[in-house]
Antibody, heavy 118, light 107 residues
């Protein structure tokens, strides 16, 4: 059974940093691209970033480019999102998702809440 | 960026009715559209890939159609567990985008 378990969320002040983790199990992690998708309170889904199966390629939405860094450790089957210079508009539930063939998101974690507020 | 416009924003139905949800793309995207269901306080779940391809474990009452710019998610005879929000998502561009969602609610 595929499982994705996020951790690392919480309350952080504007301008500060936070690092999210996603522990994967139930599939060969190193064979798949992975992604982060977020959802602001009462809002819709928003793709944040994608990383290739081997970590050699990364893609970001414009609003987080230069502030967020997606990475992975295939030996630990873990995905990361380093978030720097956080803004209030980054407040959201962040989902880790398997990005099948860099097309659709076929498995999702339970999500982790990030609140950016002073 | 490719903009996906979903309509209606809210659809009020009674169980047993059949419904169609629309997703329109701002440019032609072939069949690179995927549909998700999100129940209240849950993670999204993939329903349909590539406009019309079924997903293992998803009830057969869910189906998809369309190509180019106009896409439809159909639910044949809505059941009580289907009341949730439905999103479309495009993968034609690597700047992946979602529609704003259609909320299916009990009439």
């Amino acid at each position: 059974e595929v499982q994705l378990v996020e951790s690392g969320g919480g309350l952080v002040q504007p301008g500060r940093s936070l690092k999210l983790s996603c522990a994967a199990s139930g599939f060969t992690f190193s064979n798949y691209g992975m992604a982060w998708v977020r959802q602001a309170p009462t809002k819709g889904l928003e793709w944040v970033a994608t990383i290739s199966y081997d970590g050699s390629s990364t893609y970001y939405r414009d609003s987080v480019k230069g502030r967020f860094t997606i990475s992975r450790d295939n030996a630990k089957s873990t995905l990361y999102l380093q978030m720097d210079s956080l803004r209030s508009e980054d407040t959201a539930t962040y989902y880790c998702a398997r990005h099948h063939g860099y097309t659709y998101f076929d498995y999702w974690g339970q999500g982790v809440m990030v609140t950016v507020s002073s | 960026n490719i903009v996906l416009t979903q309509s209606p924003a809210t659809l009020s139905v009674t169980p047993g009715e059949s419904v169609s949800l629309s997703c329109r793309a701002s440019q032609s995207i072939s069949t690179s559209i995927h549909w998700y269901q999100q129940k209240s306080n849950e993670s999204p779940r993939l329903l349909i890939k590539y406009a019309s391809q079924s997903i293992s474990g998803i009830p057969s009452r869910f189906s998809g159609s369309g190509s180019g710019t106009d896409f439809t998610l159909s639910i044949n005879r809505v059941e009580s567990e289907d009341f949730s929000i439905y999103y479309c998502q495009q993968s034609y561009s690597s700047l992946y985008t979602f529609g704003a969602g259609t909320k299916l609610e009990l009439k």
